[in-house]
Nanobody, 116 residues
Framework: QVQLVESGGGLVQYGGSLRLSCIAS????????MGWYRQAPGKERELVAR???????TYADSVKGRSTISRDNAKNTLYLQMNSLKPEDTAVYYC??????????WGQGTQVTVSS
């Protein structure tokens, strides 16, 4: 079992920045991939960024160049630094942790709202 708790969401103006955090607890040593999804109203959940246990990263085209995913293993924390935020970045952001190929755990989500 893995528990994930996100924080750092909020209301920010167009062009602003936010850093999301996700603290993991439980069977942390079994996690091989962590990342962030987001879901905007009326839209499907989409992958924002992911990072493997060896540091390999993947980003959605929509955030590439504006966002950085990182993990601090000593603090059991995953981060998502988002810059140059746009109204279309408005969504609930969910942290996930993957064990093996298919087993995923999810946080409760944190709301990000970008005002124009």
């Amino acid at each position: 079992q893995v528990q994930l708790v996100e924080s750092g969401g909020g209301l920010v103006q167009y062009g602003g920045s936010l850093r999301l955090s996700c603290i993991a607890s439980g069977s942390i040593s079994s996690i091989n991939v962590m990342g962030w999804y987001r879901q905007a109203p009326g839209k499907e959940r989409e992958l924002v960024a992911r990072i493997t246990s060896v540091g390999g990263t993947t980003y959605a085209d929509s955030v590439k160049g504006r966002s950085t995913i990182s993990r601090d293993n000593a603090k059991n924390t995953l981060y998502l630094q988002m810059n140059s935020l746009k109204p279309e970045d408005t969504a609930v952001y969910y942290c996930f942790a993957q064990i093996g190929t298919y087993l995923q755990y999810w946080g409760q989500g944190t709301q990000v709202t970008v005002s124009s």
